[in-house]
């Protein structure tokens, strides 16, 4: 069974910093490519940063400079660290598996609140 379990969220004033966690099970974590995305009020959901199994990244031009994406295999999870949070940033953040297989698993995902 997958689950895709986000944690992190919060409310923090423009400027400061959160850091995203997501535990994946019931998948080949190591091999699999993986993503976050967000889908702010009003908003459709976006694909902010992915990293492939050997850990190279991708970003949004709009998280770019400020956003990291990392992984840790031994506990199949992956991160998003995000520092000079916006209130554009606001939104809720999950991540996803980035394989044709897993196109409908979602998590419940996790709510960032950017105060200015």
């Known amino acids: 069974q997958v689950q895709l379990v986000e944690s992190g969220g919060g409310l923090v004033q423009a400027g400061g910093s959160l850091r995203l966690s997501c535990a994946a099970s019931?998948?080949?974590?190591?091999?699999?490519?993986m993503g976050w995305y967000r889908q702010g009020p009003g908003n459709e959901r976006e694909l902010v940063a992915t990293?492939?199994?050997?850990?190279?990244?991708n970003y949004a031009d709009s998280v770019k400079g400020r956003f990291t994406i990392s992984r840790d295999n031994a506990k199949n999870t992956v991160y998003l660290q995000m520092n000079s949070l916006k209130p554009e940033d606001t939104a809720v953040y999950y991540c996803?598996?980035?394989?044709?297989?897993?196109?409908?698993?979602w998590g419940q995902g996790t709510q960032v609140t950017v105060s200015s």
């Open positions: 996803k598996p980035l394989t044709t297989f897993f196109r409908n698993y």
């Open positions: 019931g998948i080949l974590f190591r091999i699999t490519p």
């Open positions: 990293i492939t199994s050997t850990g190279s990244t």
